[in-house]
Nanobody, 115 residues
């Protein structure tokens, strides 16, 4: 069974940094694209960043230049380094992948940025 577990969320002040981690069990990630999404109450879940199996990355315009997605295939883990955080980055952040032909989500980790 494939499971994704996020960690690293918390409460920070505007301008500070956080690093989120998503560790996958039950499947290797080396051949999979990995993505981070975020969601606030009452809104849809939006793509924040993704990284392909070849480490090609893409970012939402709102986080370009501030967030960096990376992967460590040996650790089956994907990271989201978030710098210069803003109050509007406050959300639950979810990790996502497609493995063995199925879509999987993590349980989410809360990021709260105070002004």
């Amino acid at each position: 069974q494939v499971q994704l577990v996020e960690s690293g969320g918390g409460l920070v002040q505007a301008g500070e940094s956080l690093r989120l981690s998503c560790t996958v069990s039950g499947s290797g990630i080396s051949g999979n694209a990995m993505s981070w999404y975020r969601q606030t109450p009452g809104k849809q879940r939006d793509l924040v960043a993704s990284i392909g199996s070849g480490s090609r990355t893409m970012y939402a315009d709102s986080v370009k230049g501030r967030f960096t997605i990376s992967r460590d295939n040996a650790k089956n883990t994907v990271y989201l380094q978030m710098n210069s955080l803003k109050p509007e980055d406050t959300a639950v952040y979810y990790c996502r992948t497609i493995a063995q032909g199925r879509l999987y989500w993590g349980q989410g980790t809360q990021v709260t940025v105070s002004s």
